[in-house]
């Protein structure tokens, strides 16, 4: 008796939550729409609780959890009748880390045959982009290592640096000016370190070396990147977790005062040439005269992967049935803490962020795998990686499974469940006119009302990958909260009611857009 009193105690209130949720939904809709009564808040509680379950450890990218779910994600969509793409379940997502090779390091200058050794981190520091090999070869002076065709501007302009190493400065010309070319006192994207070396491969550079412009800046020390090895503040294996792309990259490096010395003689001469190049704003590029550099930055790599989700509804219509509507979110989180009190709450659950967004995934394709298939197929992506830097959906936009100029639409969820019955942010709708349009309009025949905070964060999240290869794409979320990226994120702070109401809205709008042969612009950021 007592055991099914608290049975009843349990699930009273989700039956309340249904009958609320539906009520927000035409009855004539309830009774002719079958995928619509699918979705569910006991079918989005049973998900939310498994994810963020303490079982799995915040999910962390990579971890044995985070496979779990994986796995639970496959079979599930399995358990829907929700075909492999391609015949596979899993995307692999190649990551690695990599730390610096301290002893197989090196760096001198030969000038008038007397060589100069060069010792690491007091004297040079490489850059994370930096490649694991030995080059040789004369210097060149590249002023800023700029070639900007839009503010009249290119270092490289009369020089010829293949198979050369390049010195340039950091930043930009005309750094403190208001007026400046260079979008004033405002940093372009040529100040950054990662233009500048992808600006001297361009080129033909065989190496860079990296120095801060003294004109506006005192500190010359070397900085490059923090390697673990090479700081007292980190531990020894806090090793950044990063995507495998297919990039060339040369030895790169930031030098500090004793080799901008030992090059110029003094900090003074390169003050004087830097300030020419602001003053005139034209290059003064040159070569070193009788000077070698040999530069070796060493790396230890370790490879492993994480796997992306994949599921396929095939589209009814010959002539549409190639074009899909993606339907995604990130089911990784940030894993726990190593280091707690003894009874402390150490696992970051991520009930939110983002096994409520995984969740509505789930529950949008059984709905949409129930009844008639739509014309246009439906692809259910659940990216790994997010939390890192969007690597899942990254990876996925470089190595589509569908060519995404057959990518009609991205809808993504993420962070579903919270901030009262009736908030939502939908990230991107300046951006998506088409899309924007029909989401609000699917959004007036629910409870949910859009407040346009989302704006702020139409990067942050894996509809940006998409959306910067042209697909219409935009983030559907209930937005932020206190128990952001904390242990309190956890299945008992959500909203399974909230968080079906959502999902019922990303159904309404794949449904809407896979029947018919609806196109959407996008516009330039």
Request: glycine share 8%; proline share 5%.
């Amino acid at each position: 008796m007592i055991s099914s009193i608290v049975g009843l105690k349990r699930v009273f209130p989700l039956l309340i939550a249904g009958l609320l949720f539906f009520q927000g939904i035409p009855l004539s809709a309830q009774k002719s729409d079958r995928g619509l009564r699918r979705i569910t808040p006991e079918l989005m509680e049973r998900h939310i609780g498994f994810l963020a379950s303490d079982e799995m450890k915040g999910r962390k990218t990579p971890s044995p959890e985070l496979d779990r779910a994986a796995q639970y994600l496959a079979d599930e969509m399995a358990s829907l009748g929700i075909a492999p793409v391609g015949g596979i379940r899993f995307q692999e997502v190649p990551l690695h880390t990599k730390n610096l090779d301290q002893e197989g390091c090196l760096f001198s200058i030969t000038r008038e045959g007397k060589t100069n050794s060069f010792r690491l981190k007091t004297d040079y520091t490489p850059f994370d982009l930096t490649a694991d090999t030995l080059v040789q070869g004369s210097l060149v002076f590249a002023g800023y290592g700029i070639t900007a065709p839009e503010y009249g501007y290119d270092d490289y302009r009369d020089i010829d640096v293949r198979g050369k190493i390049v010195l340039v400065m950091k930043h930009e010309p005309g750094e403190k000016d208001a007026l400046s070319r260079f979008d004033g006192l405002k940093e372009t994207r040529y100040s950054l370190a990662a233009t500048k070396m992808e600006n001297a491969r361009n080129h033909g550079a065989a190496g860079i070396l990296l120095v801060t412009d003294p004109l506006n800046h005192m500190l010359l020390t070397p900085q490059g990147y923090p390697w673990p090895g090479l700081s007292k503040f980190l531990p020894s294996d806090n090793f950044s977790i990063e995507l495998n792309q297919n990039r060339d990259l040369i030895p790169f490096v930031q030098v500090g005062e004793s080799v901008l010395k030992a090059l110029f003689g003094s900090v003074d001469s390169l003050r004087n040439i830097q300030r020419r190049i602001d003053t005139l704003l034209t290059p003064h590029s040159f070569e070193f005269p009788g000077t070698e550099i040999r530069l070796r930055t060493a790396l230890s790599v370790n490879h492993f992967t994480a796997k992306n989700v994949v599921g396929m509804i095939e589209g009814r219509k010959r002539r549409l049935k190639d074009e899909v509507v993606v339907i995604g979110a990130h089911y990784d989180h940030v894993g726990s803490l190593t280091q707690f009190k003894e009874g402390e709450d150490n696992i970051f659950n991520g009930a939110d962020d983002n096994a409520s967004g995984t969740a509505g995934v789930l529950a949008v394709a059984g709905a949409l795998a129930t009844g008639k298939k739509p014309a246009r197929s439906i692809l259910f992506i659940l990216f790994a990686g997010e939390e890192l830097g969007l690597y899942g959906s990254r990876h996925y936009c470089e190595n589509p499974l569908v060519p995404l100029e057959q990518s009609v639409v991205m809808l993504n969820m993420d962070m579903i469940s919270r901030n009262g019955n009736d908030t939502l942010q939908l990230s991107g709708l300046k951006y998506n006119p088409d899309l924007a349009a029909i989401l609000l309009e699917e959004a007036e025949k629910t409870e949910l009302r859009n407040y346009p905070e989302g704006e702020d964060h139409f990067q942050q999240s894996d509809h940006f990958n998409f959306f910067r290869k042209g697909v219409s794409s935009i983030n559907i979320t209930t937005g932020l909260h206190t128990d952001y990226h904390k242990v309190s994120d956890d299945p008992a702070s959500v909203d399974p009611a909230k968080a079906a109401k959502v999902a019922a809205l990303v159904y309404r709008v794949a449904r809407r857009i896979a029947g018919n042969d609806i196109r959407l612009k996008t516009v330039n950021p």
